[in-house]
Nanobody, 131 residues
Framework: QVQLVESGGGYVQTGGSLRLTCTAS????????????MGWFRQGPGKERELVAA????????SYSDSVRGRFTISRDNAENSLYLQMNSCVPEDTAVYYC????????????????????WGLGTQVTVSS
């Protein structure tokens, strides 16, 4: 059982920055929290949930959606059981509920872009970008 809690969401102006944090607690079956690849997803109003960014277990590999590449940065601090999403140059299209997720079946040196790979999800945090 792993629990994920997102924080850091809120209101930000167009062009502004926001930093989301996902904190994990508990343990997986047969794995520790530090052995799970993770990702950020978002779902805007009237839109499908989509991948924002993904990161490997140790953080050496990252993947970004085309819409956020160059603006957002995913990172992690395994000692703190935390995942981060630095959001820069925000635009109204970034308005969405942002979710962090963990893959309990992660393999070392891999990243996962398909949401069905993830089996643990946070409840989400709202990000609203306004002009």
């Amino acid at each position: 059982q792993v629990q994920l809690v997102e924080s850091g969401g809120g209101y930000v102006q167009t062009g502004g920055s926001l930093r989301l944090t996902c904190t994990a607690s508990g343990r997986t079956s047969g794995r520790t929290l530090m052995t799970e690849a993770m990702g950020w997803f978002r779902q805007g109003p009237g839109k499908e949930r989509e991948l924002v960014a993904a990161i490997s277990v140790r953080g050496a590999l990252t993947s970004y959606s085309d819409s956020v590449r160059g603006r957002f940065t995913i990172s992690r601090d395994n000692a703190e059981n935390s995942l981060y999403l630095q959001m820069n140059s925000c635009v109204p299209e970034d308005t969405a509920v942002y979710y962090c997720a963990a893959n309990s079946r992660s393999e070392s040196g891999a990243i996962y872009s398909w949401e069905n790979f993830y089996d643990t999800w946070g409840l989400g945090t709202q990000v609203t970008v306004s002009s």
